[in-house]
């Protein structure tokens, strides 16, 4: 069965930093463009970054230069480090296998659960 | 970046009834790089469509999608209690950008 299992969210304070993993079982992550996606509190969804397959890394212009998307095969798994955190990165944070239809084109379609980040003092 | 406006905001129907959609992007969307996810409550969002209108694996066929350019519709037939929820659109033509959702309540 194809999951995805993200960890590592909470509490912390503004200026913190923290990783999130997202575990994978059922397929390869290296072979597959792999994203995150954020949903603040009662608000929609926001792409916040993604890896290709062939190790390209992209960022929304919100978290460029805090945040670094990365993964171990090893472990099957995908992280994202985030550093310099402000409150408005509280959400929710979703992984998500991409499927890619050309280069830099993809859309999501299986997802983890969420790990929630809160950033507060 | 191209922005997504979904309409309406809210739905009101009643089980049975059909559900239609909207999604309006501010400039035309290459190749119909348009997917739907349905979310709810606590949950993660849901492949729906791509392409606009090719249904993910398992979902039901009252699901449809159609449009191409700038406006998209989400088409439910014949809703089904399961099928309140949030929904949103996405382009993928131009980066990755997401509506703002629909919500489908019942009446």
């Known amino acids: 069965e194809v999951q995805l299992v993200e960890t590592g969210g909470g509490l912390i304070q503004p200026g913190g930093s923290l990783r999130l993993s997202c575990a994978a079982s059922?397929?390869?992550?290296?072979?597959?463009?792999m994203s995150w996606v954020r949903q603040a509190p009662g608000k929609g969804l926001e792409w916040v970054s993604v890896?290709?397959?062939?190790?390209?890394?992209y960022y929304a212009d919100s978290v460029k230069g805090r945040f670094t998307i990365s993964r171990d095969n090893s472990k099957n798994t995908l992280y994202l480090q985030m550093n310099s955190l402000r409150a408005e990165d509280t959400a929710v944070y979703y992984c998500?296998?991409?499927?890619?239809?050309?280069?830099?084109?993809?859309?999501?379609?299986?997802w983890g659960k969420g790990t929630t980040v809160t950033v507060s003092s | 970046e191209i922005v997504l406006t979904q309409s309406p905001g809210t739905l009101s129907l009643s089980p049975g009834e059909r559900a239609t959609l909207s999604c309006r992007a501010s400039q035309s969307v290459s190749s119909s790089y348009l997917a739907w996810y349905q979310q709810k409550p606590g949950q993660a969002p849901r492949l729906l469509i791509y392409?606009?209108?090719s249904r993910a694996t398992g979902i039901p066929d009252r699901f449809s999608g159609s449009g191409s350019g700038t406006d998209f519709t989400l088409t439910i037939s014949r809703l089904e209690p399961e099928d309140f929820a949030v929904y949103y659109c996405?382009?993928?033509?131009?980066?990755?950008?997401f509506g703002g959702g629909t919500k489908v309540e019942i009446k």
């Open positions: 998500a296998r991409s499927v890619s239809v050309a280069e830099y084109y993809y859309y999501m379609d299986v």
């Open positions: 059922g397929f390869t992550v290296s072979s597959n463009y």
């Open positions: 392409g606009a209108s």
């Open positions: 890896i290709y397959s062939g190790g390209s890394t």
């Open positions: 996405q382009q993928y033509g131009s980066s990755i950008t």
